[in-house]
């Protein structure tokens, strides 16, 4: 995993949490808040239901938290040995601080214990600030679909092997 290494620094009054780990009413409210910051950071068609998609088993959902409000979060499937990656996202004010390559992070380390081998996940190619992050811990290029999210708007699919 060439990302693992030493674990990057939250900035200072960040926590990172795991939902399923959250007493269940607080659990509701921060799935709320989550679903809001997703309307208003990625386009419609790609919103995920979270009132379905947390009932699933197999369904994380990291958290990052600064004085009690969600400021980052990271969605993340597990099947069989992969985990895929669907949501990341940091709010814009708490951007390029290093909170995202944290909750990479754990989720690597998480992978890694539970014996999962890879991680893979599709970006937009315009998303040049993920395509960025990605590459920096090591995410390779697997795949090109063109028009994946819309027209003009090709995915991108990208693997890390885990415990390589
Ligand atoms: C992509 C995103 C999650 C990055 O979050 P972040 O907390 O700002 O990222 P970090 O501060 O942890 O940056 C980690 C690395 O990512 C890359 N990176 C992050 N923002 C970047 C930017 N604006 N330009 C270029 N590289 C960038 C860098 O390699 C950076 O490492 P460095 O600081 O050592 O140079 C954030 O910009 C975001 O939420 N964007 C909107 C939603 C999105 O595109 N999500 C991903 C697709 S699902």
Same mark, same amino acid.
């Given at each position: ?5 030493t674990a990057p620094s939250l900035p200072p009054?960040v ?7 959250? *007493?269940? $009413? ?10 809001? %910051? ?12 979270? !009132? ?6 197999? =369904?994380?959902?990291? %958290?990052?938290?600064?004085? @009690?409000?969600?400021? /980052? ?6 099947? $069989? ?16 601080k290093g =909170? /995202?390559k944290c909750?990479?992070? /754990?989720?690597?380390?998480?992978? &890694? $214990?539970?014996?999962?081998?890879? =991680?893979?996940?599709?970006? !937009?190619?315009?998303?040049? *600030? ?7 811990? &090591? ?11 819309? *027209?003009?708007?090709? @995915?991108?699919?990208?693997?890390? /092997?885990?415990?390589?």
């Open positions: 995993m060439s990302s693992a290494g009054g926590i990172v949490k795991e939902h399923a780990s959250l *007493p269940s $009413k607080q659990r509701a409210i921060v799935a709320a808040k989550v679903a809001r %910051l997703e309307k208003k950071i990625f386009p419609a068609n790609e919103g995920f239901d979270y !009132d379905v998609e947390l009932k699933k088993k197999n =369904i994380g959902l990291l %958290l990052a938290f600064k004085e @009690g409000d969600v400021v /980052a979060y990271l969605v993340n499937q597990r099947i $069989k040995r992969m985990v895929w990656l669907h949501k990341l996202c940091v709010i814009e004010q708490e951007r390029q =909170i /995202a909750l990479m992070h /754990a989720l690597c380390q998480q992978t &890694g $214990k539970s014996g999962g081998e890879s =991680i893979q996940l599709w970006v !937009d190619e315009h998303r040049e *600030p993920a395509r960025a992050l990605y590459s920096a811990l &090591g995410f390779r290029q697997i795949e090109l679909r063109q028009a994946y999210y819309a *027209p003009g708007r090709a @995915g991108l699919k990208m693997e890390l /092997a885990i415990g390589m």
